[in-house]
Each structure stands twice: as C-alpha cells, then as structure tokens.
C-alpha cells in the first residue's frame, strides 16, 4: 500500500517575531503538513525555540527538526527538549537528527569533525539513548560514546512511543541506520564532503536513488512496509521551461539538465509536470514526503493542493 503524499516547507532565516508567526500561520493554510528547521551555525533560527513559536499560533501543522546535529547535543537532554515540545505542541514533533555534516559548524565550534563511521555510530547510540529516555521506567545504559545511569525521562512524550525519527542520509551506512531506527527516512544527496558541491550531484541521480532504495529496503526487512521516505527538492521552479531553468541550475551540481530533471531533488516544470513528476517518483521509489523551500512556498501551493493526501 502506497503512503498518500504530504509536503513539507523548510524556513529558518531570522526575522521579527509577528512574520515568523504569520509564516507558520500562511505554511498550515496552504495545505503543508509540515514546518522544518534546520540545525546550522549559520544565519538561522535555533530549531526547538523557533518550531515552539509556531505551534502557538497554528492548530495541525507538524513540527520537524531537519536534522539536528547529534555531535551538539548530549540526547539525555534531547530527549527533554523533544519530549517538552511533543507535549507542548499537542503530538506534532517529528525529530530529524544526524550524525553531522557540515564541516563548518564543526570549525566553527572547535567539536571534532571525526570520520563518518565514528560519527554515524555515535549517532546508533544516540538513538538508543533517546528511545530509552522516551520509554517507560528508569533507563540505564553503558556504550562506548554515552553511559545512563537509572535514569527515568521526564516529561513523557504525546505521541506514543515517541515522536517519528526522520533519519536519513546518503550513503550506504546512514541509510542502513535510518532504515533500521528510523520512522521516516530521508533519502538525500551524499554530504561526505562536508560541503555542497558538485560532488553531491552523483549521489543525486536516478540510478544513484535507486541503488539507495535497494539499500534500505535490504536493511529494513519487514519494517520497510512501514517506513515513510522523504526527499529534500533543493531546486524547484513553476515554470512552462522546465529546459532552461534546468539548464541554469544543473552545473551548480555537476549534472546534465537531463540528469537533473530526473532527480529526486529538483523539481521544476508546470504545475502538471510537477505533479506528474511526484507521482512517477511514487510509482519507482515509494518517495512522498517532500520537503520543499520557503522560497517556493506559494509557486507550489496548486501541486500541494492536487496531491496533498492522495
């Protein structure tokens, strides 16, 4: 059985409160389910305060974290600060955390910027740490990155178990984990570098996303019937020459036009083309939630409308 669609807007550039509020508002009337933050140290709002703000002023709209970084926070206290705005906001957290990518915040920050098998088992064990917290009962546990001593997590998450953990990644070992742990599970472009360029464009291709579904469904198993996929469109355009603007964007990723209007990450065309293109994404990869950015936020309203729940 197919998942209907759902769409997600990101925003997190600082501005005054009142159009933070009235952003929150506008995403819920024109049919998104969802608001996500992102958790850089560039110029962007920290993610459990501003997604606070707008469960204040709006009644359905999903509150995703996408993705904290698990390198910057201890998950003991994570799993406070998720649990506080799960019960705040009604239900309505979905908690994206990684193992980390952005070499930057790292410089920045003077956190060590370990190998992605370091920093994609710590992320295993936060996962453990956070499910742990989010259960019943004191929680004890003793691994090589994170020892719980009797701990017993308060306050208690609104959705049951826990809120849905959107995982996701590019490569191989972080898909693996995300299809294991996971709730929802981002199939992205490779970040392996640390920046994005047009490295990334490999990992974003047709044949790339289908080599990644063939991951996931291997290490999901039984669980993949359960599983929720999202991508990220990084580029996104109504337009009548979906071409041409393919054709200006494409380099920015080191693929052809052609290569980048078949990729799960750009969606570009009329209204009907975009709404075609989604449900040809269904039909291959089972992909339906799509996260798309504030700044198509009302181009893209007519296709939220045409398969939002479909």
């Given at each position: 059985?197919?998942?209907?669609?759902r769409?997600?807007?990101t925003?997190?550039?600082?501005?005054?409160?009142?159009?933070?509020?009235?952003?929150?508002r506008r995403?819920?009337?024109?049919?998104?389910?969802?608001l996500?933050?992102?958790d850089?140290?560039?110029?962007?709002?920290?993610?459990?305060?501003?997604?606070?703000v707008?469960?204040?002023v709006?009644?359905?709209?999903?509150l995703?974290?996408?993705?904290?970084?698990n390198?910057?926070?201890?998950?003991?206290?994570l799993a406070?600060e998720?649990a506080?705005?799960?019960l705040?906001?009604?239900?309505?957290?979905?908690?994206?955390?990684?193992?980390g990518?952005k070499s930057?915040d790292?410089?920045?920050?003077?956190?060590?910027?370990?190998?992605?098998?370091?920093?994609?088992?710590?992320?295993a064990?936060?996962?453990?740490?956070?499910k742990?917290?989010f259960?019943?009962?004191?929680?004890s546990?003793?691994g090589?990155?994170?020892t719980?001593?009797?701990?017993?997590?308060?306050?208690?998450?609104?959705?049951?178990?826990h809120p849905?953990l959107?995982?996701?990644g590019?490569g191989?070992?972080?898909l693996t984990?995300a299809a294991q742990?996971?709730d929802?599970?981002g199939?992205?472009?490779?970040?392996?570098?640390g920046?994005?360029?047009?490295?990334?464009?490999?990992?974003a291709?047709?044949?790339a996303?289908?080599?990644?579904?063939?991951?996931?469904?291997?290490?999901?198993?039984?669980?993949?019937?359960?599983?929720?996929?999202?991508?990220r469109?990084?580029?996104?355009?109504i337009?009548?020459?979906p071409?041409g603007?393919?054709?200006?964007?494409?380099?920015?990723?080191?693929l052809?036009?052609?290569?980048?209007?078949?990729?799960?990450?750009v969606?570009v065309g009329?209204?009907?083309?975009?709404?075609?293109?989604?449900?040809?994404w269904?039909?291959?990869?089972?992909?339906?939630?799509?996260?798309?950015?504030?700044?198509?936020?009302?181009?893209?309203?007519?296709?939220?409308?045409a398969?939002?729940?479909?």
């Amino acid at each position: 059985m197919q998942n209907p669609f759902r769409f997600s807007i990101t925003a997190n550039a600082p501005r005054p409160v009142a159009e933070w509020r009235e952003l929150g508002r506008r995403i819920e009337d024109l049919g998104y389910s969802t608001l996500s933050v992102s958790d850089h140290l560039d110029a962007e709002m920290a993610p459990f305060v501003a997604l606070t703000v707008i469960a204040e002023v709006t009644r359905e709209l999903r509150l995703a974290t996408l993705v904290l970084g698990n390198d910057f926070r201890h998950p003991v206290f994570l799993a406070k600060e998720a649990a506080t705005l799960d019960l705040l906001s009604e239900g309505r957290l979905e908690l994206g955390i990684g193992a980390g990518w952005k070499s930057s915040d790292y410089h920045h920050s003077g956190i060590s910027f370990d190998s992605p098998s370091i920093r994609i088992a710590r992320l295993a064990e936060a996962i453990t740490v956070l499910k742990g917290c989010f259960a019943e009962g004191p929680f004890s546990f003793d691994g090589e990155f994170y020892t719980i001593k009797d701990l017993d997590g308060q306050p208690s998450c609104l959705q049951n178990p826990h809120p849905p953990l959107i995982l996701g990644g590019g490569g191989k070992k972080m898909l693996t984990l995300a299809a294991q742990q996971g709730d929802i599970v981002g199939v992205n472009a490779s970040m392996a570098a640390g920046i994005i360029d047009q490295r990334a464009g490999a990992s974003a291709t047709v044949d790339a996303t289908d080599l990644k579904l063939s991951w996931i469904r291997e290490a999901a198993g039984d669980r993949f019937s359960g599983l929720e996929l999202q991508t990220r469109v990084h580029m996104s355009a109504i337009t009548n020459d979906p071409m041409g603007i393919a054709e200006l964007m494409a380099p920015a990723l080191g693929l052809s036009a052609e290569e980048a209007l078949a990729s799960p990450h750009v969606l570009v065309g009329s209204v009907g083309e975009c709404v075609e293109t989604l449900l040809a994404w269904r039909e291959r990869w089972g992909i339906t939630y799509i996260g798309i950015n504030e700044d198509s936020l009302v181009d893209f309203a007519p296709v939220v409308e045409a398969l939002a729940g479909v």
